[in-house]
């Protein structure tokens, strides 16, 4: 879908439309630190929201699949005064309810060349079943053609403190 057929409230946040690949890194203190593997997309479909998927896998030291990791799906809604909520669900028994902002640091002939979102969970649900995690915060940012993000957590008994971070590009891009 072009820029210009986009719905005005996605406008903000079209930095993020595509498929992004790329490699995080992973660490917390109930845990032993890991590289992994990211494949990432948000969609549009002429709503005023962008449909989110993401899926991960374990990299071994030379940089193969292991196995896979997590998965989440959800939806980013802009808001007025460049607010964004994010809705997430998880396979292993949780779901989360993200508030957030959004700047657009940079435009260059109408293109978004920079930007962020900032997101904070109001609401983590969980399953009995479910590892003890309460709280959340996220961080992206679309940097010289590169989305990169951050995760920190309040889970297992911690206090929050960072998780996971990534630099993706656009899928089909040379440093896949």
């Known amino acids: 879908m072009a820029s210009g057929e986009l719905p005005e409230p996605i406008i903000p946040i079209s930095w993020l439309i595509g498929t992004w690949v790329g490699v995080g890194t992973g660490h917390y203190p109930t845990i032993e630190d890991f590289r992994f593997g990211q494949e990432v997309a948000f969609q549009c479909d002429g709503r005023p929201f962008l449909s989110y998927f993401s899926r991960s896998w374990l990299l071994d030291d030379d940089g193969n699949r292991v196995r896979p990791l997590a998965t989440e799906s959800g939806f980013w809604r802009p808001q007025p005064d460049k607010r964004v909520e994010v809705t997430l669900a998880h396979p292993t ?45 996220r961080l992206y940012g679309l940097v010289n053609g590169r989305l990169m993000w951050t995760y920190d957590m309040a889970a297992m008994g911690q206090q929050m403190t960072n998780h996971l971070a990534a630099t993706l590009l656009p899928a089909g891009g040379s440093d896949e």
């Open 93 to 137: 028994g949780y779901a989360e309810i993200y508030l957030g902002s959004v700047e657009v640091t940079g435009i260059e002939s109408a293109v978004i060349t920079g930007a962020r979102a900032t997101l904070r969970t109001d609401v983590v649900t969980r399953t009995d079943s479910a590892k003890d995690y309460s709280a959340g915060e």
